[in-house]
């Protein structure tokens, strides 16, 4: 998701998210009040069928499908609830299994989204994000089961999940929480390697604050955003984040030796867990990155082998460099893998490292690749990552696959570098099939979709406030000078696609 906050100097204070077409990439944004039940068989939680603390869902090998129910989420608070979603950490261990979808509490089965929609022939460890019917959700103890279909794509269908956790939201005026604020580094300032963040919390008694940043980055997500909130869960603990402080001071130093260029600034934001569990996000700084002396690139991965599990063979990917190769000063290849097999990395034919693997559980790792081996394996434009074959299951390398980033040599003026964060805050992706403005009173938009559609404000509990159509490639609006203050939301619906805008008026 990409979030934009604008000040106008009428008496409207609009804020303003766009929640991605792809619902598996939702996350929390700034200025949400949720819980989180998770749920983990790494957790000592009875019923895990399969190694690596993960439950089978499929036909074979002690596999259910159905699974059972599972008590994933206790002494659960639905008072000023307004929605809810369900997060699952599912493996795609045997390629070309699909239609996974996820019943809770006994209701009917939702269909779990994929990142995009060849996904399937793709291995991948990965956490998408199923909305669920609040009405669903019931006060105390909540179950869920998962089912794969039963026939198609692979001879053996089976996924593994290791862990499913429920994140209810509440209306942020009604339900109590611990507010606070990233009070160090500022919007518009610039940090460093490393970087010290700080957050303030307001009156309550907190339980830990976790930081996390908006940046183009690794994607550990295996959803191929780069650009997002970048963090997952593993075995139930929030991961790859920037970091987590459960005594006061709450600051933290943020290792950005290896966090590429950020020419759009990076956002940066902490998700204060109160004593009780409500964990609110604060709302973001905009910030610029520069390091004396280098450069880093995350590069960009062009081509992804399907079904990549060593035993199958070599596989490869391909990956773009846009620096200029003459001036690294080192790599990393970032992997996220599973098996019996740690295979060698060849780039450009170049063998950089074992790749991870090793074992039958999930290897989040980094491989360090020294200057002269470096500026050796890598050419400027297009490269070709390869694994050999071999292993008894091999290895199963997750999408996007292994993840390059390269630092380079640069003369950075760090002194007076700089991010202009409203500039940053108001650019609009290309993707967008809507542009949203806010001026005095109104909430004017511009269709980015060759399709006529309807859009509609309402409030969270999906009471619709105004409701206009809008020609293909038009413009429209909607009066909000009356509207008492509070979190809206505006949805764009082409017949195609459902852009959802969140909302904030407070004058």
């Not at 209701?107 to 779990?112: A, C, L, Q, S, Y």
């Not at 867990?273 to 995350?298: H, K, L, N, Q, S």
């Not at 008894?392 to 040599?409: D, L, N, Q, R, T």
């Not at 003026?413 to 967008?432: G, I, K, L």
Request: with cysteine.
């Amino acid at each position: 998701m990409n979030s934009r906050y604008l000040t106008f100097p009428v008496a409207f204070l609009f804020i303003f998210v766009a929640i991605s077409h792809h619902l598996v990439q939702a996350q929390p944004e700034p200025g949400d009040v949720f819980k989180e039940y998770v749920w983990s068989c790494a957790m000592g939680n009875p019923g895990c069928n399969c190694g690596g603390d993960t439950f089978r869902v499929g036909y074979r090998n002690g596999a259910q499908n159905p699974t059972n129910p599972v008590e994933f989420a206790k002494n659960v608070d639905v008072a000023d609830a307004t929605k809810a979603e369900v997060i699952l950490e599912v493996s795609r261990c045997h390629i070309g299994t699909h239609d996974l979808q996820v019943s809770v509490n006994g209701n009917g089965w939702i269909k779990v989204p994929l990142p995009f929609d060849d996904y399937e022939s793709y291995a991948g460890y990965y956490f998408p994000v199923v909305p669920v019917p609040i009405n669903q959700i019931q006060a105390g103890t909540n179950t869920v089961s998962l089912k794969v279909a039963e026939s198609g794509g692979s001879p053996w269908p089976q996924l593994l999940y290791s862990g499913a956790h429920l994140r209810v939201y509440y209306d942020p005026a009604a339900k109590a929480h611990v507010g606070g604020e990233i009070t160090a580094p500022v919007s518009g300032e610039t940090i460093g390697a490393p970087a010290q963040i700080v957050c303030t919390p307001g009156q309550g008694s907190v339980d830990r604050v976790e930081f996390v940043g908006h940046y183009r980055g690794v994607n550990w997500e295996s959803d191929g955003v780069y650009t997002q909130w970048h963090y997952v869960y593993y075995h139930g603990e929030l991961s790859r984040h920037i970091g987590t402080v459960d005594a006061a001071p709450y600051q933290t130093q943020w290792d950005t030796e290896w966090i590429a260029n950020q020419p759009d600034g990076i956002k940066l934001a902490a998700r204060i867990v109160a004593a009780d569990g409500t964990i609110f996000m604060t709302p973001a700084v905009t910030v610029g990155i520069c390091r004396p002396g280098y450069d880093v690139e995350v590069c960009e991965i062009t081509s992804c082998a399907k079904a990549w599990v060593t035993r199958g063979g070599s596989k490869s990917s391909t990956f773009l460099v846009e620096g200029d190769v003459s001036r690294i000063r080192g790599a990393q290849v970032t992997t996220v893998t599973w098996g019996d097999y740690n295979p060698d990395g060849l780039i450009n034919g170049v063998n950089v490292g074992k790749l991870g693997g090793g074992g039958y559980t999930w290897d989040f790792d980094v491989i360090d690749i020294d200057e002269s081996t470096a500026k050796a394996a890598f050419k400027q434009g297009e490269n070709t990552m390869t694994t050999p074959g071999g292993g008894h299951h091999g290895a199963e390398v997750m999408y996007p696959g292994p993840m390059p980033v390269v630092k380079f040599s640069a003369a950075n003026d760090c002194d007076n570098a700089q991010v202009d964060a409203r500039r940053t805050a108001s650019r609009a992706r290309a993707d967008e099939k809507i542009r949203v403005h806010c001026s005095g009173g109104s909430i004017t938009f511009d269709l980015r979709s060759g399709r006529p559609a309807e859009v509609s404000l309402m409030r969270l509990d999906g009471t619709v406030v105004a409701r206009t159509r809008v020609a293909a490639n038009g413009s429209g609006s909607i009066d909000a000078a009356r509207l008492p203050n509070g979190v809206y939301l505006l949805t764009m619906h082409d017949g195609t696609a459902e852009t959802v805008r969140r909302i904030s008026i407070a004058r």
